[in-house]
């Protein structure tokens, strides 16, 4: 019997969800666009403090964004935030900033305090969503978050970009960036596995862009060497795809670009000059290059903002992106592209 999989792509504002079953059309299986965790954590929030309570944070560390910024509004407005270590690491690694903000770390809060539970997946209410259609969570689960790695006393953008880089090191295939046991300082990913994991799935873990760029690949105009960007709403990541591998690539943040500023770092990128410490300097991550094509054949773009860059430079030739006819999708599917190479990563 062939194994299913649910992938989950989790990002700032809606996880998107697919039900993969080989031998089922990816155009008719099962897909749902919600809001992420750290959406719905935040509104959890917001409610409490319209109904005047104080909070407790209690579960895995999870993605900070909205329901981060929805702990400072709450503080702000005169209410006690209380988290527990793992929860409270969301907000950041450093526990001092985090009680300096004003939380109250411990694993107890008062009797009257509202408790929240915190985590980039709900696969309980997915469940019963799926059972109210005669369906059921596959063993095997593919997740995508994006993980800044514990970093805290130094840059977090330099944390994360070495995971990315040391993946291009290591073959910049869709292998090397897929974790069954993702690395020890790769918090939010091994928050992710220690929660499948305790409900009796078995976990497949990428981080967001890669995850997006070989997704995005798997679109029927897209011929290598290939261009690919993944607008997201805090990064944009842009690769070169060349004979299945990722070999150079650059990370920055999508409100810091600029039509000119992007077309840039994209032109020096595939001429092979990007500097890693030009990038991080103006506020990005980093860039690596192991090898550039002579020639770029396509360009594709990704990512919930891609509609507000230009087509100019090298875009002005650029296709979006719409594998199996779906553009909301691309960072699933590159989930179950490293899932059909599970054998070898969970040896």
């Known amino acids: 019997m062939q194994m299913s999989l649910l992938a989950i792509d989790v990002g700032a504002g809606t996880q998107d969800i697919l039900l ?22 935040a509104g959890r929030i917001d409610r409490a403090r319209a109904s005047g309570k104080d909070v407790f944070l ?7 964004g909205a329901c981060a910024a929805a702990v400072r509004r709450h503080l702000e407005a ?9 929860a409270a690491a969301t907000i950041n ?7 300096d903000l004003g939380i109250q770390v411990g694993e107890r809060a008062p009797p009257s305090t509202q408790l929240i539970e915190t985590g980039d997946l709900d696969l309980s209410s997915l469940q019963r969503a799926f059972e109210l259609f005669d369906l059921s969570l596959p063993r095997e689960v593919a997740v995508a978050v994006q993980d800044h790695g514990f970093s805290p006393h130094r840059s977090n953008r330099l944390a994360r970009f070495e995971h990315l880089a040391a993946a291009m090191e290591a073959g910049g295939t869709i292998e090397a960036f897929a974790y069954c046991r993702p690395p020890e300082n790769m918090t939010r990913m091994q928050a992710v596995k220690g929660y499948l994991e305790s409900c009796g799935f078995r976990p497949l873990l990428m981080d967001t862009g890669p995850a997006a760029i070989f997704g995005a690949s798997q679109d029927a105009r897209c011929l290598e060497p290939a261009l690919i960007l993944n607008f997201g709403n805090g990064h944009t990541v842009a690769a070169i795809l060349w004979e299945d591998r990722i070999t150079a690539l650059f990370e920055h943040h999508t409100h810091q ?5 992007l077309d840039y770092f994209l032109e020096e990128l595939c001429r092979g000059r990007l500097e890693s410490e030009h990038v991080y300097r103006d506020g990005g991550h980093g860039a690596f290059i192991k090898s550039v094509p002579q020639e770029i054949r396509s360009v594709l773009v990704t990512g919930p903002r891609r509609g507000e860059f230009p087509f100019l430079g090298w875009l002005r030739t650029a296709v979006a992106a719409a594998p199996a006819g779906d553009a909301m999708i691309t960072g699933c ?3 179950v592209e490293a899932w059909k190479r599970k054998d070898s990563l969970w040896r």
């Open 93 to 99: 690694d450093n526990l001092e900033r985090v009680t």
């Open 20 to 41: 993969f079953s080989p031998g089922v059309p990816v155009e008719g299986s099962v897909k749902m666009v919600l809001p992420s965790q750290t959406v719905i954590v």
């Open 78 to 86: 005169g209410f006690a935030v209380y988290a527990t270590a793992a």
């Open 58 to 64: 209690k579960g895995p560390t999870m993605g900070g």
């Open 257 to 261: 670009m600029t039509p000119q500023k």
């Open 333 to 335: 599917l590159g989930l």
